[in-house]
Nanobody
Framework: QVQLVESGGGLVQPGGSLRLSCAAS????????MGWYRQAPGKQRDLVAS???????NYTDSVKGRFTISRDNAKNTVYLQMNSLKPEDTAVYYC???????????????WGQGTQVTVSS
């Protein structure tokens, strides 16, 4: 089995910063793409940022220049550094990873439990 455990969410004032972490564990042979999604009340779950195993990144337009996604392959961990936070960033943030489990070749998508990020005065 594979588990993705998230941490780093919380309450922050506008203009502040948070760093989210997501660590994958289990009988992992390979992790392909990893990413962060968010879902605000009454809205759809949308991609925030993604990163390939080779380090290629992708961001939704609303967070470009403010958020940075990175990963540590040795630790099976992905991070999301969030700066200049705005109230519109308030949402539950979910980690996602495409994981191959030893000894199988098929990759499956796994989700973290979600962590609340609230940006408010």
């Amino acid at each position: 089995q594979v588990q993705l455990v998230e941490s780093g969410g919380g309450l922050v004032q506008p203009g502040g910063s948070l760093r989210l972490s997501c660590a994958a564990s289990g009988s992992i042979s390979n992790i392909n793409a990893m990413g962060w999604y968010r879902q605000a009340p009454g809205k759809q779950r949308d991609l925030v940022a993604s990163i390939t195993s080779g380090g290629t990144t992708n961001y939704t337009d609303s967070v470009k220049g403010r958020f940075t996604i990175s990963r540590d392959n040795a630790k099976n961990t992905v991070y999301l550094q969030m700066n200049s936070l705005k109230p519109e960033d308030t949402a539950v943030y979910y980690c996602n990873a495409d994981v191959k489990i030893w000894p199988f070749k098929t990759a499956y998508s796994y989700w973290g439990q979600g962590t609340q990020v609230t940006v408010s005065s």
